[in-house]
């Protein structure tokens, strides 16, 4: 049993905490509040606390705990702790722990906190700085694009067509699944309606419209977000970790030519090309419904759909999934060209890579979609 006894010094010029027993750490241990309690009413301002090794016979941090909570008390009473009869090792730890930074009291945070006009500021300034990034790379990348067309860049065919293949056939799997799923859903949706009013046929019009001027670009460009942007960017934001763009610079060889020049064309050559497939399965999927639900043929459905959707629409699709393309590609090659050195900015980079293509995906989109209204397309 762990026992603390408070007497006078010999000398009268303090107080003896004489210390026994085991001092482990346990439940319930009420001893360092009684102690403060009892410094509180004996102990006055300038004197000496003096521990004493009276027979410690175990001790782990419960002893470094009651150090700390008496020299804290010390310190707001101008008195002095002497520590120097207790064992070896407590000296140490309670050493170790004194030489740590105390970490700043967690309830306080909001206190720190600048004033709101000066938090508007600084969001400005960030996102300010984070608009030139953006300006700065798009105007390299559209440098580097005409040097390209002029045949003085150093690009390697074989990098774009290994990136080819990761965009394209690697994604076709999901992109089909999905663009099925969405095409039945479509069809669902407006089977439930149309069947109401004896329409059941126009529903080949609307999976068809659905899927060639919005789902069919939107769906691929959204996977390929998040499956190939953030890719680049967890690509180009490790090999920035591991200096290993600071070495082309080095060798000679311009990052944006030889790292990000390839990756946009293949997103650019791919995504429209799967933006085809997911349109084709996406009509697929609805056929099946219209098939299945509505006792609609195959014949009667592509003939309610040629004649009812005409190609513009499909054409609409298509040049949205080539400003998809540029906005993935952007997104995830520029957030790993700036990425950070080290594992967590690879981490964030990724993260707003995706996050970035998807808001802009539908800014986009939308943009599009009102000019194509306005002009009556």
């Known amino acids: 049993m762990q026992e603390l006894n408070i007497s006078r010094l010999p000398d009268d010029t303090g107080w003896e905490l004489a210390l026994t027993g085991k001092w482990l750490l346990q439940r319930g241990d009420t001893r360092v509040a009684e102690l403060l309690n009892d410094l509180k009413t004996k102990v006055a301002a300038g004197e000496r606390l003096t521990f004493v090794d009276a027979g410690i016979e175990e001790w782990n941090s419960a ?6 909570k008496v020299q804290g008390y010390a310190d707001e009473h101008e008195l002095k702790v002497d520590i120097s009869s207790l064992p070896t090792g407590v ?52 440098f580097a694009v005409g040097r390209m067309l002029s045949g003085k860049t150093k690009l390697r065919w074989r990098d774009v067509y290994l990136c080819m ?34 329409a059941s046929i ?43 763009i600071d070495a082309l610079e080095t060798m000679g060889l311009k990052p944006m030519e030889f790292l ?32 299945l639900m509505l006792d609609i043929t195959i014949t009667q459905y592509v003939e309610q759909m040629t004649s009812t959707v005409p190609l513009h629409h499909f054409v609409i699709g298509f040049v949205k999934s080539l400003l998809f393309a ?22 964030q980079a990724t993260t707003r890579a995706v996050v970035m293509a998807i808001v802009f995906i539908i800014v986009v989109d939308a943009v599009v979609t009102i000019i194509t209204t306005v002009l009556g397309i």
């Open 202 to 244: 126009f529903v080949a019009s609307l999976v068809a419209l659905g899927m060639a001027r919005e789902m069919g670009a939107m769906m691929t460009a959204i996977i390929m977000a998040g499956r190939t942007g953030a890719s680049y960017a967890a690509q180009l934001g490790s090999m920035q970790v591991n200096e290993e």
């Open 91 to 142: 000296r140490q730890l309670r050493a170790l722990a004194a030489s740590h930074p105390k970490r700043k009291d967690m309830s306080r945070r909001d206190e720190a906190k600048p004033p709101f006009v000066e938090r508007v500021g600084l969001a400005t300034l960030a996102w300010w700085k984070s608009t030139r990034v953006s300006m700065a790379f798009i105007g390299e990348l559209l």
């Open 260 to 291: 990000v020049l390839p990756r946009f064309i293949a997103l650019l050559i791919m995504l429209p090309l799967l933006t085809i497939f997911s349109t084709v399965l996406g009509i697929a999927g609805g056929s099946l419904v219209a098939l």
């Open 326 to 347: 540029l906005v993935i590609a952007v997104a995830g090659c520029m957030n790993g060209i700036t990425c950070g050195r080290s594992a967590t900015a690879v981490g």
């Open 63 to 68: 002893l470094v705990v009651l150090i700390e």
């Open 165 to 198: 293949e990761d965009a394209g056939p690697s994604a076709f799997p999901i992109v089909a699944l999905i663009s099925v799923l969405i095409g039945m859903i479509l069809a669902f949706v407006g089977a439930v309606q149309l069947q109401q009013f004896g």
